[in-house]
């Protein structure tokens, strides 16, 4: 470890921002046009065009947890209802459920998908059950067929968390159109990144319209219409909404970040491939391969850190990884190891055992597609070093 302290720290997912983006970051600040207007108009036409969707069926929002959470409200559940999620998600997932007024009910995930199992969903469901939200771990798709089937069957709306899976395919489909809707997040670490940022894609049409309506304060016009050179157009107050609109300021990293999706989805697939060869021979666990007739959509690298096997505990790992100055993350402890949910829900991490263990041994690697090969290789080393 001599000399590697001299290094810079590579820190954990890091976007690779270009020359495109800032250009029209400083066109739209000269423009005078900051708030919600033309690159916003664009980038959801983009978005919608890359998902395969109508543009009317997509609405920009400041962030994935407005989109889960107004996409909640709009679903329109009895208040109190209970939703079906995942203990191995970000707290977003969960407290978007909860701010929607609604019950959250965890059913464990498959160990080597870290994806909801449709069979726990199953043993989950109650007369009070009326929605699934289903998270697409690190860019892997869930067991779409099993899930929208018991959907259809008990009559649930069904909500996929797609902040990991922009470019995420099941069986041909796109993720986030196997639901009611498909939340997605454009904040620093993801994708797509436009600092924050989250878009909603809706099936039904009256459901995407009150989404929209709903993150813009209930105004049933939204600012461009209003400010636009249209003339001054009266906006009515319909519901109390929210303030979730996404600026053209952060559309403007979007539009570019977009057209580098396909061109960083495949650098992040090199390195991901890069990874599960030159940790084929060290006593952890790695990611299951894509399976056939999906896309990964390669969010995450993570290996499994058994204390058991390695000789180390996983925290012990990310210390030694930050001596080597390596960004790491940890994705996720799961829901139940938190204070909050433990006081309010009476709920203990044993009881989805396979996400307890899962996010106990859990380590996640830089995979931003602003690494180089050197930086790869120096992450491979630091991972052997620390490992032998
Ligand atoms: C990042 C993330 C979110 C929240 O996204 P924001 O855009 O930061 O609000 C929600 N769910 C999952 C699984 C995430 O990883």
């Known amino acids: 470890m001599s000399d590697s302290s001299t290094e810079p720290f590579l820190v954990f997912g890091a976007p ?33 065009d890359y998902q395969r969707v109508a543009a009317g069926q997509v609405a920009a929002v400041n962030s994935c947890t407005a989109a889960l959470h107004v996409s909640m409200i709009a679903a329109g559940l009895e208040p109190g209802a209970e939703v079906i999620t995942t203990p191995l998600t970000f707290c977003a997932t969960v407290n978007a459920i909860l701010h929607a007024g609604l019950m959250p009910v965890l059913a464990d995930v498959d160990a080597d998908t870290r994806n909801i199992d449709p069979a726990a969903i199953e043993a989950a469901i109650t007369p009070r059950t009326q929605a699934i ?29 797609c902040a990991h899976a922009i470019e995420t395919e099941y069986r041909g489909e796109k993720a986030g159109s196997f639901g009611d809707f498909g939340c997605f997040s454009f904040y620093v670490t993801k994708n797509v990144v436009t600092g924050e940022g989250g878009m909603i894609v809706g099936r039904d049409q009256a459901h995407i319209d009150r989404a929209r309506v709903l993150a813009l304060h209930g105004m049933s016009k939204d600012a461009w219409h209003r400010f636009g050179d249209a003339g001054y157009r009266h906006y009515q107050v319909v519901e109390a909404g929210f303030k979730y609109n996404m600026m053209d300021i952060q559309a403007a990293l979007g539009i570019h ?57 996983r925290d012990g790992f990310l210390d030694a990884m930050n001596r080597r100055r390596i960004g790491t993350g940890v994705h996720y402890l799961s ?15 044993e009881q989805w055992p396979r996400a307890m263990a899962n996010g106990r041994q859990t380590v996640s690697l830089p995979l931003s597609p602003a690494l180089d090969d050197a930086d790869v290789t120096r992450v491979i080393e630091a991972v052997h070093a620390t490992l032998r």
């Open 16 to 48: 690779r921002i270009e020359a495109a983006e800032i250009a029209e970051v400083e066109a739209c600040l000269r423009s005078g046009w900051l708030g919600t207007g033309p690159r916003v108009a664009q980038f959801e036409h983009d978005f919608a």
């Open 133 to 161: 939200v289903a998270v697409h771990f690190a860019g892997r798709p869930c067991q779409m067929d099993a899930i929208s089937a018991i959907a259809r069957k008990h009559k649930l709306a069904l909500i996929e968390d």
């Open 257 to 313: 970040q977009l057209r580098a999706v396909e061109r960083h989805w495949a650098r992040r697939k090199a390195i991901w491939q890069r990874y599960q060869h030159a940790f084929a021979e060290l006593p952890v666990t790695r990611p299951l391969e894509a399976a056939p007739d999906t896309r990964h959509a390669y969010h995450l690298y993570t290996l499994m850190i058994d204390e058991a096997r390695c000789g180390m505990t």
């Open 335 to 349: 829901i139940p190891e938190h204070p909050y949910y433990q006081q309010r829900f009476g709920w203990r991490p």
